[in-house]
């Protein structure tokens, strides 16, 4: 199977930076897509930024000039710079690997797939 695992998130103070981080796992032959998305308390999941797999980057209005969005695909990993927050970006961000091809223990292949991670708490604080 495959897991995505975040890390990187936690409590800043307006104007502050963080990095979060989202390495996908297993045997993994390609994945198309890799994405940050987030979800406010009472509020519905957004797409925060997007890359694809040749580096082709697409962003919320909201994080454009703030956040970056980068992969590194020998380490099936994805990143997200995020930069002068505001107390509005609070939220749990959440990494999303699409179209994953990936071999299971049978020695069969899978996919293409969605995968998600667990999420990791943002928080900024005024």
């Known amino acids: 199977q495959v897991q995505l695992v975040e890390s990187g998130g936690g409590l800043v103070q307006a104007g502050g930076s963080l990095r979060l981080s989202c390495a996908a796992s297993g045997k993994i032959f390609n994945i198309n897509d890799m994405a940050w998305y987030r979800q406010g308390a009472g509020k519905q999941r957004e797409l925060v930024a997007a890359i694809t797999n040749r580096g082709v980057t697409n962003y919320a209005d909201s994080v454009k000039g703030r956040f970056t969005i980068s992969r590194d695909n020998a380490k099936n990993t994805v990143y997200l710079q995020m930069s002068s927050l505001k107390p509005d970006d609070t939220a749990v961000y959440y990494c999303?690997?699409?179209?994953?091809?990936?071999?299971?223990?049978?020695?069969?292949?899978?996919?293409?797939?969605?995968?998600w991670g667990q999420g990791t708490q943002v928080t900024v604080s005024a």
């Open positions: 999303k690997a699409e179209d994953v091809i990936y071999g299971l223990p049978t020695g069969w292949t899978q996919g293409p797939l969605d995968f």
